[in-house]
T-cell receptor, first 111, second 115 residues
Framework: QKEVEQNSGPLSVPEGAIASLNCTYSDRGSQSFFWYRQYSGKSPELIMFIYSNGDKEDGRFTAQLNKASQYVSLLIRDSQPSDSATYLCAVRSGGYQKVTFGIGTKLQVIP | EPEVTQTPSHQVTQMGQEVILRCVPISNHLYFYWYRQILGQKVEFLVSFYNNEISEKSEIFDDQFSVERPDGSNFTLKIRSTKLEDSAMYFC?????????????FGAGSRLTVL
């Protein structure tokens, strides 16, 4: 069973701080890694994806991938109250179309 | 911006009834998916569809479920005889390709309530 593990939270950070969200995965054959944001009652929306070891930056967001440790993280700089949502880590294994999601970490940004 | 559209947004049905959920994927996308999310739980993969056939399916996608692309635009999920535990949000998604990032774009979802 290919698993994606996340701490469900909530993770509370003050406005303007850095939020750090973490995810581990079990399948060493995983090739693509995604972070989605999901507001309550809404569908997941893509924040960013990464498939090479290291960091990938997009505006206030940085995704970090370490395949040796089977670990992917998302940093949100200058957190805003509008960032309050559940952040879903998702993983695609090589040779498969299926994307497996974690439970998501609920982030609360306190004004 | 292109989007995936789903209908209905909410459907209430009696246990044992058949339900069809409809989706219009993004027009140049080739891969189509159904996921579901029971309240408070993970987004779970049900099935993927490519070139007019199922390419992958999960253990959840049993004989009660079927998918179809009846024309060039619609992609449907049918649940033949609904159970209480089928109550969930059902998300349709599509992606442009399989290799590389395979980014899924989700529709707004169809909430199914089985009474």
């Amino acid at each position: 069973q290919k698993e994606v593990e996340q701490n469900s939270g909530p993770l509370s950070v003050p406005e303007g701080a850095i939020a750090s969200l973490n995810c581990t995965y079990s399948d060493r054959g995983s090739q693509s890694f995604f972070w989605y944001r999901q507001y309550s009652g809404k569908s997941p929306e893509l924040i960013m994806f990464i498939y090479s070891n290291g960091d990938k930056e997009d505006g206030r967001f940085t995704a970090q991938l370490n395949k040796a440790s089977q670990y992917v993280s998302l940093l949100i700089r200058d957190s805003q109250p509008s960032d309050s949502a559940t952040y879903l880590c998702a993983v695609r294994s090589g040779g498969y179309q299926k994307v497996t999601f974690g439970i998501g970490t609920k982030l609360q940004v306190i004004p | 911006e292109p989007e995936v559209t789903q209908t209905p947004s909410h459907q209430v049905t009696q246990m044992g009834q058949e339900v069809i959920l409809r989706c219009v994927p993004i027009s140049n996308h080739l891969y189509f998916y159904w996921y579901r999310q029971i309240l408070g739980q993970k987004v779970e993969f049900l099935v993927s569809f490519y070139n007019n056939e199922i390419s992958e399916k999960s253990e959840i996608f049993d004989d009660q479920f079927s998918v179809e692309r009846p024309d060039g635009s619609n992609f449907t999920l049918k649940i033949r005889s609904t159970k209480l535990e089928d109550s969930a949000m059902y998300f349709c998604a599509s992606s442009e390709r399989f290799t590389g990032a395979n980014v899924l774009t989700f529709g707004a979802g169809s909430r199914l309530t089985v009474l």
